[in-house]
Structure formats: C-alpha cells, structure tokens
C-alpha cells in the first residue's frame, strides 16, 4: 500500500485536458510543498514533470501544470498528445521521520 | 546532461545480499549539492524510496527496511552503490538510482533500472 493515493488510471481523447490526483495527510502533502510529478515509460528512466508543487522543469511542456489544495495535489495534462500516454507518479517530502521521501502508487494515463 | 546506469546481478537467493552500483556520468558524485538515491518498484506495486548517500558519505534510509541497507560512495569511479542483507521474495523488484537536490527534494534523474529477482 502506498503512502500517497492515486487513481490507478486515467483517460483523455487527444487535445483533451485530464487532471490525476494525489492524496496524502497533513504529514506530507499537506504540510509541505515538495510534490513532485514523475512520467514512466515502462523500460526508460522516469522523468521529472513538476517539483515543488507547481514548478517545470527546463524542457517539460507547459502543458503539464500542477497544483495543490490541502492534502491533495495535482497534475494537469493540457491538449493531450498520445506521447503523453506514460504512468505518473507522485511524490511528496514527509517529516515522519528525519527525512524521508513517500510516493504514490501511480496512475497509468491512456491516450484514446 | 546527467546520466545514471545500474548495473548487478538480476538473481539473489533468499537469505542473501543483494549489491547494486549506479554509474554516474555527465556530474560528479562529489557535487555537495545532491544526495545520491536508490528506489524500487516491486512489480505491480508502486514506487519505494530506499534512501540516500552524500559526497561525505553519510546516509539516511526508509526506516521500514530497517539497518538491512548499506551504501556506499566510490568517488574515484563516479559511482554509488547498495547493499541490501537478508533478502526475501519482497525484495524483488526494478531498482532505480536517481539524483537528489535536497534543496528542492526531488529526483531530478534517473536511470532506467534494473530488475532484481530473488528466488531459490
């Protein structure tokens, strides 16, 4: 089980916008803003698409967004591509313990 | 542009160590400004973080996997490894190792994993 909720999928026809959810508690995703949204293509590197909340890193599509409202956070896929198809992971800072990352248990989005 | 690359054996037995290194190219294990992480996937399941070094070598892991990780810092090769002890079939699973800027606390590159079985 694990730490972080996700959906387990998603769906979205091209140019389509679909949001996945991750939720947490006050101990991780609610008390800090170190979310990160990860893309895997099964057999390649994940890829970093959002941190600290909201943030892009140089290169990823403005078309992935990300947000939080209390315990939940979010990624927003705008104008969906079929390379967009990928699982989706998040993760959050918690302060359980020293330091300790918790991650979501992914959600596979399909393009249709 | 940073690249990592795990490598080691895909089988352990039950009872034993599983041992892991991720080579790191293209930035310096030595960079006081990133911790050096392993995580997992088992399969099916989600992502697990395991823990990570730093260039002076002190550590920190996920408390559920109790004192069983080891890691450790080969500067002079750029790489960094894991020891994992007493091995069960719930150790299996794709291990990845990812850069860690702890001051955004995020894995900012990964490798591509490698799957690690552990059966008799």
């Known amino acids: 089980q694990s730490a972080l909720t996700q959906p387990p999928s998603a769906s979205g026809s091209p140019g389509q916008s679909v949001t996945i959810s991750c939720t947490g508690t006050s101990s991780d995703v609610g008390a800090y803003n170190y979310v990160s949204w990860f893309q895997h293509h099964p057999g390649k590197a994940p890829k970093l698409m959002i941190y600290?909340?909201?943030k892009r890193p140089s290169g990823v599509p403005d078309r992935f967004s990300g947000s939080k409202s209390g315990n939940t956070a979010s990624l927003t896929v705008s104008g969906l591509q079929a390379e967009d198809e990928a699982d989706y992971y998040c993760s959050s800072y918690t302060s359980s313990h020293n330091f300790e990352v918790v991650f979501g248990g992914g959600t596979k989005l399909t393009v249709l | 542009q940073v690249q990592l690359q795990e490598s080691g054996p895909g089988l352990v037995k039950p009872s034993e160590t599983l041992s892991l290194t991720c080579t790191v190219s293209?930035?310096?294990?030595?960079?006081?400004?990133?911790?050096w992480s392993w995580i997992r996937q088992p399969p099916g399941k989600g992502l697990e973080w395991i823990g990570y070094?730093?260039?002076?070598?002190?550590?920190n892991h996920n408390p559920s996997l109790k004192s069983r990780v080891t890691m450790t810092l080969d500067t002079s090769k750029n790489q960094f490894s894991l020891k994992l002890s007493s091995v069960t079939a719930a150790d299996t699973a794709v291990y990845f190792c990812a850069r860690l800027p702890p001051a955004t606390v995020t894995f900012d590159y990964w490798g591509q994993g490698t799957l690690v079985t552990v059966s008799s």
């Open positions: 070094i730093y260039y002076s070598g002190s550590t």
């Open positions: 293209g930035g310096s294990v030595s960079n006081s400004n990133y911790y």
């Open positions: 600290e909340v909201n």
